[in-house]
């Protein structure tokens, strides 16, 4: 099932971190696509850029996970979910792949995720937001998302 989203950048300046970035949508290597740039650093307890966008009412429980076109620059990047049962920003489902320099699609089994900083299993009858970030070291992010769906 294709999602539509409706990308938003957030960094970690809204924490108090100096990593800095953009979000730009439009042509990336010959298809449409929504595109996260910027430099993330850990100075100030930073460390992230991120695109995400909230989900509408879909039924991801009748899904095996999300697959995601994406062309990038070599680096390792995280997906995270998050869901209402989640009451600290700080709190999500993980799970990392690497973006190459050629556009392909990725396959993100639900069950790979990770829980981090939370007991709450995974329950996507609640699933809120998804995110794609670059976090964690210092390096150049560029990352491009022409579609993301639910596979099964």
């Known amino acids: 099932m294709d999602l539509n989203p409706d990308w938003e950048y957030v960094a970690d300046t809204v924490m108090g971190g100096v990593s800095t970035g953009q979000l730009d949508v439009g042509p990336v290597e010959g298809r449409d696509a929504a595109r996260l740039t910027g430099t993330v650093s850990l100075d100030n307890n930073g460390g992230f850029v991120q695109m995400a966008f909230d989900t509408e009412a879909v ?28 009451t600290r920003p700080w709190q999500a489902y993980r799970a990392t792949f690497t973006a190459p320099p050629t556009w ?37 992010a560029d990352i491009a998302v022409a579609q993301i769906r639910f596979y099964r």
């Open 59 to 86: 039924a991801a429980e009748s899904y095996t996970g999300l697959e995601i076109d994406v062309l990038g620059n070599g680096e390792t990047y995280e997906v995270r979910l998050r869901t209402n049962d989640l």
């Open 104 to 140: 392909t699609t990725i396959r993100l089994p639900f069950d790979s995720f990770a829980a981090h900083r939370t007991e709450a299993a995974l329950d996507l009858t609640q699933l809120r937001r998804i995110g794609v970030l670059a976090i964690g070291r210092v390096f150049q």
